[in-house]
């Protein structure tokens, strides 16, 4: 019998999550090796030195060249068939407290999908099992279903305060890349601009944007934000050849006082769709803004 727990991801990859189950079962091993599965028993650091955990029968272990080839370390070749069971490998390592590091079962990944094996799975194409390795063997590979009341808060994104309604909306904003090589990184490796496309924005909508990175900040904070002399200013930009005025669409909100909420209020005379771009400046206490009709 052959069972497969399977775990869909939400987002960065955890053994937390909203989970599938899925069961598969064969009747009788096919004994034929299943040569595209692979073995990633997985290294750990002792002394200052990296020690390969290791697997004693079952599979072959790949030469050092080949590993490379793959971009995988400690890398062997499944000798077994599909149903058998699969291999134990063994390790040394022990956690800070001395308690070893015991073997917790093969896992791959595949579409963001995590999935357990407990026999050898029939593939067709290249994959690889992972081995689990846990010191407190309490967490158990099942998944946890989260809390359902948890909002994961994006890093950058535009709070829209609805003339019409009173209500508010929130709009993510992407990051991408921008030539303005001065304007700040907000903790990534280059600068950054932040991007939203295609929203609709109403005659006297009221935009706040609220940013991640700007001095060091972890969370999003309400941008642009104060400089040490506690100012802080918005620029609406124009096209280089003057075909397109941010000004005509939107007005800043006058900052000259640091108690001055910094938003942008919708001055144009009929609904519309637009793309907007952001960027910041001088530690974050300039805030460039440019919009544009959606095209």
Known sequence: MKKIVALTLTGVIALAGAATFAACTTDSPDLSPQENLY???GTYVSNGEKVENEISSGATKLSEEVCASMNTEN????????GQALPVPTSARVDKDGVPYTFNGWWSIVNAT???????????????LYADWRADLSQRKDPIIPDA???VEPNHYMSVVRAESGETERITLRKAFTNMMNAET???????????????????????VYTTGLKDSEEAVISPVLDSSRKRSINLESSGDGSNVTADYLQAADLSSYATRPTVTCIAEEVGY????????SGGSIMAVYMEPRA
């Open 75 to 82: 890398v062997y070749r499944c000798a077994l068939g599909a």
């Open 39 to 41: 073995f990633v028993p």
């Open 186 to 208: 907000l903790g990534y490796l280059y600068p950054v601009e932040l991007v939203a496309e295609g929203f609709e924005l109403c005659p006297g909508d009221v935009i706040t």
């Open 114 to 128: 995590v999935t357990y094996y407990d026999k050898v799975p029939t593939v067709t194409t290249t994959t690889f």
């Open 274 to 281: 637009y793309n907007i771009y952001i960027k910041y400046f």
């Open 149 to 151: 009341g948890v909002v």
